[in-house]
């Protein structure tokens, strides 16, 4: 009895390494199109712009005067919402 657990044990021991294993491999991502380039860009820069106008900014992306001009800046470089969301943006 104490075999047929052992073996139980060590299989399930191998299937949850195999998982994590698997779960811990390094995903194949697309790579980003000329738009999403120019979109990261953008969000560096206006990060940037956003952080260096409200210094009180203390990293929150919903502190109302950052956000203002973040999405000011944004639009100014025509990044759609759409856009923001699917690359995550803030």
């Keep these: 009895m104490d075999t047929v657990r052992n073996c139980c044990v060590i299989t399930l021991l191998c299937l949850t ?3 994590a294993v ?3 491999a390094p995903r194949e991502r697309r790579p980003l ?3 999403d380039q120019q979109a990261l860009a953008a969000n560096k820069e206006c990060r940037a712009q956003a952080t260096q106008m409200n210094n009180e900014w203390r990293g929150d992306t919903s502190y109302a005067p950052w956000r203002a001009y973040y999405d000011m800046c944004m639009s100014r470089f025509e990044i759609s919402d759409q856009q923001m969301r699917r690359l ?3």
């Design 33 to 35: 199109s000329f738009a």
């Design 22 to 24: 698997a779960g811990c």
């Design 17 to 19: 390494l195999g998982l």
């Design 88 to 90: 995550r943006l803030p």
